[in-house]
């Protein structure tokens, strides 16, 4: 891969094929495969992310808002794309882009239905998401007779799958938890589907889930995070590879002599001559002011060199004292080594920040060999 001449971050695509082929691996043949690709597929390239699951035969992707499953559409991508959180607002568009929404409420029911019948559709495809421990969105039980005379009233959408989301599978130790909402999930979908005209599929499973809950994968899984490079335990992490990779260079290098400061506030006094070098990348590049005084390194020519004083918006300042280096030489903020998830580590936050807070001022670049 070509050496950075200035901040970027470079998509990996052979990383993302290795990792949704891992994550397949896990499944049976038979089950469907959702690619997460929101939030600028984690920070990524949501369109060359998209490109390559579809090409390597994914079944559906997911995104949060309207938006961006235009952008997926006007790209050319033609695999069905649920969002996740749609808005009223936004329904004129879903439906002009062929888009299929989740309905979670009886509120966005009525209000897509309204917006379906105006529209004269038919048998549009809806996505139906229960409450069953994340209390985040989602019908609950008591809803769903309410639920189904609404949809037996009408022809204008119909139900293609049935979710619910895992609020703890990466952490055994909620694990009574996580078969809770398992059993929870199965006792709804008992009681809802026998009330629907079509049999839809059922999905529940995320990266996490996929690990360690694989029983429960009925028709379809949800992976975001795996295909990017992270499992959240370090067994299933050693065997994916991260797919960014965010690479900036060496600006300038000081000696600051002992009782010297760095950088505002004067947060960083060298207590002994140090040498460090700026780098032009900050906060308005989504290396939040967390991340300084030692809370994370950086890597050049394979050695570690930790971030001193703030960070600012548009440069950050870290220690090279001892390390072979120069301006102009290329240095790894995050990829292989640190990784995201030990780089977010020690602001203590999590490699799903720190991926999709990565400004788009960022250039990414794709790599495909």
């Given amino acids: 891969m070509a050496k950075a001449g200035e901040t970027v971050l470079e998509i990996d695509l052979l990383a993302l094929e290795h990792n ?25 390239d949501s369109v060359a992310i998209a490109k390559k699951l579809e090409a390597l035969g994914a079944d559906y992707f997911a995104v949060a808002y309207v938006s961006e499953g235009v952008t997926l559409r006007e790209a050319g991508i033609k695999t069905r794309i649920l969002v996740l959180h749609p808005l009223p607002v936004s ?25 379906a019948k105006k529209k004269g559709l038919e048998q549009y495809p809806i996505h139906l998401k229960f409450n069953t421990g ?35 599978s990466e952490d055994l130790n909620e694990q009574e938890f996580t078969e809770n909402q ?30 360690n809950y694989a029983k429960a994968q009925y028709d379809m899984v949800r992976c975001g995070i795996g295909l990017y490079g992270f499992g959240n335990e370090a067994a299933i992490d050693a065997q994916l590879k991260p797919t960014a990779t965010l690479k900036t260079v060496i600006s ?48 050049i020519n394979g050695k570690k060199a930790p971030i001193v004083g703030n960070v600012c918006m548009d440069m950050i300042m870290i220690n090279v004292t ?34 999709t807070g990565i400004s788009q001022r960022v250039t990414r670049v794709v790599v495909d060999n």
């Fill in 252 to 299: 300038q290098i000081h000696i600051i002599d002992k009782g010297q400061s760095i950088g505002y506030n004067r947060a960083y006094k060298a207590e002994a001559a140090v040498v460090t070098a700026t780098l032009p990348i900050g906060h308005a590049d989504g290396i939040g002011r967390q991340y300084g005084n030692g809370n994370a390194h950086v890597t």
């Fill in 20 to 44: 949704y082929r891992f994550l397949k691996s896990r499944l049976d043949p038979k089950t469907k495969f959702l690619g997460v690709v929101k939030a600028f597929a984690y920070g990524s």
């Fill in 182 to 211: 398992i059993e929870t999930f199965e006792h709804l979908t008992k009681v809802l589907l026998p009330k629907l005209k079509h049999k839809p599929m059922l999905h529940l499973l995320n990266t996490s889930g996929v690990i």
């Fill in 91 to 115: 329904f004129d568009n879903l439906v002009a882009y062929n888009l299929e929404p989740n309905i979670y409420s009886p509120k966005i029911l009525n209000n897509f239905l309204q917006v």
């Fill in 322 to 355: 001892g390390i072979d280096c120069k301006e102009g030489d290329e240095v790894i903020v995050f990829g292989t080594s640190p990784t995201a998830e030990e780089f977010a580590s020690g602001a203590k936050t999590i490699s799903y920040e720190i991926l």
């Fill in 134 to 168: 994340l209390n985040r969105l989602g019908f609950v039980e008591s809803e769903i007779d309410a639920l189904t005379a609404v949809l037996d009233n009408q022809d204008q959408i119909k139900v293609v799958s049935v979710f619910s989301h895992l609020a703890a």
